[in-house]
C-alpha cells in the first residue's frame, strides 16, 4: 500500500514549518498523539527530512515542548 501523505505511527502530523537547503527538504512539525484526546498533552516540534517526498527520515524532537505552564502552551 502506498501512502500519500507524511504520518509518523500513532501521531497526527500538524503545523508543518518546511524548509529547504542543498536539496534537503527539512519538515518541522507538530506531532499530536492524542493521548487522551485532541490537543491532550502539549507537543514541541519534531523534524523529519526528504529529499524527494517519499522516502523520510525521522529526526525526532527538535524543539522540545514545555510544560502545560510554559508560555509556549
Not at 5 to 14: A, I, N, S
Not at 29 to 53: A, C, I, M, Y
Request: with cysteine; aromatic share 18%; proline share 8%.
Amino acid at each position: 500500500m502506498t501512502k500519500l501523505y507524511y504520518q509518523e505511527p500513532g501521531t497526527w502530523f500538524g503545523d508543518c514549518m518546511p524548509w529547504a537547503h542543498d536539496g534537503i527538504f527539512y519538515l518541522f512539525h507538530q506531532r499530536d498523539n492524542r493521548n487522551p484526546k485532541p490537543f491532550g498533552e502539549p507537543f514541541g516540534w519534531d523534524l523529519s527530512v526528504t529529499r524527494d517526498f517519499v522516502h523520510y527520515e525521522d529526526k525526532g524532537v527538535a524543539i522540545p515542548r514545555g510544560s502545560m505552564d510554559e508560555q509556549d502552551q
